[in-house]
């Protein structure tokens, strides 16, 4: 267990629609990142936040947005979607002023648009 | 050009055989070079990282960097079934991270 919670596991929704995954970092950990993880693509990073702020961005798309709260959970709202969009979205958190690429995931959002 | 290109595989070896996973990148500026393990339907894992040229080893794992050449591989000596999974690349600076598409290792008993 790597300690960071993400929340739904599955999720099936349908093109057009809304969904809000959630992530819970490792405790003490201030940085999380979003991956999108599909078949053909591999782990592609679409945002980092530290301590509330962004960080980083990715290929994020534009329907896509995310946030961090002041508990340090992480949002991630997917708009508009499209079957595209079917994919395993991870979420890490990394130690406080980590820089050595240790990176703990959780088990992921599997994401079904139908 | 990706940052990172990973050899696809799927690989499928016997039970004590060597795997040798490898990688390469496109930009010298990278400094951290990683190895992800990833079971199927779980989270990727970090299973070893370096900062330099050079052998870097764990138990009966072995990462390798060779910053000349840009290549980055991934030794497995006496590989076990429970070796079995998807093995990912990373490479970073600063704070982005970018991930090798994946290669799927069967070890067969």
Not at chain 2, 84 to 91: G, P, Q
Request: charged fraction near 20%; hydrophobic fraction near 30%.
């Amino acid at each position: 267990d790597s300690g960071v919670t993400q929340t739904p596991k599955h999720l099936i929704t349908a093109t057009g629609q809304r969904v809000t995954l959630r992530c819970s970092p490792r405790s003490g950990d201030l940085s999380v990142y979003w991956y999108q993880q599909s078949l053909d693509q591999g782990l592609q990073f679409l945002i980092q936040y530290y301590n509330g702020e962004e960080r980083a961005k990715g290929n994020i798309l534009e329907r896509f947005s995310a946030q961090q709260f002041p508990d340090l959970h992480s949002e991630l709202n997917l708009s508009s979607l499209e079957l595209g969009d079917s994919a395993l979205y991870f979420c890490a958190s990394s130690p406080r002023g980590a820089r050595t690429g240790e990176l703990f995931f959780g088990e992921g959002s599997r994401l079904t648009v139908l | 050009q990706k940052e990172v290109e990973q050899d696809p595989g799927p690989l499928s070896v016997p039970e004590g055989a060597i795997v040798s996973l490898n990688c390469t990148y496109s930009n010298s500026a990278f400094q951290y070079f990683m190895w992800y393990r990833q079971y199927s339907r779980k989270g990727p894992e970090l299973l070893m990282y370096t900062y330099s040229s050079g052998n870097k080893e764990d138990g009966r794992f072995t990462a390798q960097v060779d910053k000349s050449s840009k290549y980055i591989s991934l030794f497995i000596r006496d590989s076990q079934p429970s070796d079995s999974a998807t093995y990912l690349c990373a490479i970073g600076m600063g704070n982005q991270f970018y991930f090798g598409t994946g290669t799927s290792l069967t070890v067969i008993p």
